[in-house]
T-cell receptor, first 113, second 112 residues
Framework: DGGITQSPKYLFRKEGQNVTLSCEQN?????MYWYRQDPGQGLRLIYY???????QKGDIAEGYSVSREKKESFPLTVTSAQKNPTAFYLC????????????FGPGTRLTVT | GQQLNQSPQSMFIQEGEDVSMNCTSS?????WLWYKQDPGEGPVLLIA?????ELTSNGRLTAQFGITRKDSFLNISASIPSDVGIYFC????????????FGDGTTLTVKP
């Protein structure tokens, strides 16, 4: 079955630690995205990548970093510089022909204490 | 940046009732999308609209791309319990390849 996987579903970290969230897709999509969702709010774009080895900052990139070494994978690192990292993180992908029609993974809920 | 105002924020309805929600923007968009999110899961695309005035259906769901290009509407007919969830609108402009702006969502509760 084709789809997007994010792991783990729940992640707990101590303040001051970097943490990397995994996102893998086997849909052969060119573009991939990372969003952050806080309770009662919509999705805010962190980073996106349209092709391998290239990515752009979204609206809230500060305190985050990404890499795109393979078409299938787009890991997100939440660094200790992110002031309020506890949130629900969603990864998405889309085809080149329909970039706005995004397919989302199941999300990772990160809790930092 | 661009902002979307989605209303209502929440709705409580009886099973079988019709539902209407809308999304407005201060900027024009070339694409409007509607997603549904179940609790603790990722959103799922329901309908994509690409032309002003376009009316598109997906089962009991119907969405419209407003003529002004600054708004969109979603209707759900004859609601059922599995319609429960958060409905998000998203707008996009062609020059922001792949970048969409999301509304804050409408939370729908359906009472059996």
């Amino acid at each position: 079955d084709g789809g997007i996987t994010q792991s783990p579903k729940y992640l707990f970290r101590k303040e001051g630690q970097n943490v990397t969230l995994s996102c893998e897709q086997n849909l052969n999509h060119d573009a991939m995205y990372w969003y952050r969702q806080d309770p009662g709010q919509g999705l805010r774009l962190i980073y996106y990548s349209q092709i391998v080895n290239d990515f752009q900052k979204g609206d809230i990139a500060e305190g985050y970093s990404v890499s795109r070494e393979k078409k299938e994978s787009f890991p997100l690192t939440v660094t200790s510089a992110q002031k309020n990292p506890t949130a629900f993180y969603l990864c998405a992908s889309s085809m080149r022909q329909a970039p706005y029609e995004q397919y989302f993974g199941p999300g990772t809920r990160l809790t930092v204490t | 940046g661009q902002q979307l105002n989605q209303s209502p924020q929440s709705m409580f309805i009886q099973e079988g009732e019709d539902v209407s929600m809308n999304c407005t923007s201060s900027s024009i968009f070339n694409t409007w999308l509607w997603y549904k999110q179940d609790p603790g899961e990722g959103p799922v695309l329901l309908i994509a609209l690409y032309k002003a005035g376009e009316l598109t259906s997906n089962g009991r769901l119907t969405a419209q791309f407003g003529i002004t290009r600054k708004d969109s509407f979603l209707n759900i007919s004859a609601s059922i319990p599995s319609d429960v969830g958060i409905y998000f609108c998203a707008g996009a402009y062609n020059t922001n390849a792949g970048k969409s702006t999301f509304g804050d969502g409408t939370t729908l509760t359906v009472k059996p």
